[in-house]
């Protein structure tokens, strides 16, 4: 049974068998030494192989964390009002920072200094200004409920970012003859909502660039509305932590990848038939934005770069935003 073994196996083997020499000595000689060739030529790819899935690996479980702190971030937003935020608190830097969540200050690695307020305000539009400090509220509490979990992985106040925005959206129709439409009644913060490329502000639900009574008796209207797409000039999309991601089709905007258009069309189902069947509601829209650097730093992997951002984001209702009609008096 041995015998036959043996010679299957040097069948399934394929290689040629030399002549034979006196007590086979020639033979076994030669299939070492092809053995080691193949080895030798084979290895190389085989530790290639192996380093490449430890540095995929790498990137997928810091990714699976990152999903799992914006879910989380957002859960804790869901179960809060976003409305009690009081304007214009996004723009104060006393108010990005993690030095009064509940949770403890969070300390930034490896300088152990408690993440206060940036000190290098150099990338911010002027409108972050020195304010008044507070309890956590609801947009950095969201934010900093993200910072907070983010262990073993560690956020650069330098380069990293957390944005937080919360939609209100209604459906009906509109009357452009598509049926029933899902449509954003509002982004907010109020005040840092937009980007100058978009075509129309958020709050203009019948998107015509005029501030129509049913925007203002259905409470849809906060007091900063523009009334024509020149006249968009926030150029911040969401509460910002520390300010440093621009969106990567207007570097002049600094926040949210998701424009409300976009936000729109995710919202839309396929059919007005289908959209009929969705209730108004509000949305949070949580995302971060983390540089990850490689573990190995091989050079053969500079293909795909090192220190490279990764945006990962999640979205969850939160139906304290969900626009309400105000009686007329």
Request: aromatic share 10%; proline share 7%.
């Amino acid at each position: 049974m041995r015998r036959v073994l043996k010679k299957l196996l040097t069948l399934l083997d394929g290689a040629p068998a030399p002549v034979e020499a006196v007590g086979g000595t020639r033979s076994r000689n030669w299939r070492r030494g092809q053995s080691l060739v193949e080895l030798t030529l084979v290895m190389p790819i085989l530790i290639i192989m192996f380093l490449g899935l430890v540095e995929i690996g790498w990137l997928a479980n810091n990714f699976l964390i990152l999903l799992d702190v914006t879910r989380g971030a957002a859960r804790f937003g869901a179960t809060n009002n976003p409305l009690e935020w009081v304007s214009p608190a996004e723009h104060y830097l006393e108010r990005m920072d993690c030095n009064d969540y509940p949770g403890g200050s969070y300390v930034d690695f490896p300088d152990n200094r408690v993440y206060l307020p940036i000190s290098d305000t150099s990338h911010l539009p002027s409108v972050f200004v020195t304010g008044v400090d507070g309890p956590i509220g609801f947009y950095d509490g969201v934010a900093c409920a993200a910072v907070q979990n983010m262990s073993p992985l560690v956020f650069n106040t330098a380069a990293d970012d957390v944005v937080v925005s919360v939609f209100g959206y209604v459906v009906e129709d509109f009357g452009t003859g598509a049926g029933e439409q899902v449509r954003v009644t509002g982004r907010f913060p109020a005040r840092q909502n937009e980007c100058s490329n978009e075509p129309y502000d958020p709050f203009d639900v019948n998107r015509n660039h005029i501030r129509d009574p049913r925007e203002d008796q259905a409470g849809m209207y906060d007091g900063y509305e523009e009334t024509g797409p020149s006249d968009n000039d926030e150029n911040i999309r969401g509460y910002v932590l520390t300010g440093h991601h621009r969106v990567s089709d207007y570097p002049s905007c600094i926040g949210s990848e998701f424009s409300t258009a976009r936000v729109e069309a995710m919202l839309n189902g396929a059919s007005a038939l289908e959209n009929r069947h969705s209730p108004n509601n509000g949305l949070l829209l949580v995302e971060m934005f983390w540089h990850h650097s490689q573990l190995l730093n091989l050079p053969w992997f500079s293909i795909i770069g090192n220190n490279f951002e990764l945006h990962i984001w999640s979205m969850y209702p939160v139906t304290s935003a969900e626009p309400t009609a105000t009686p007329a008096p």
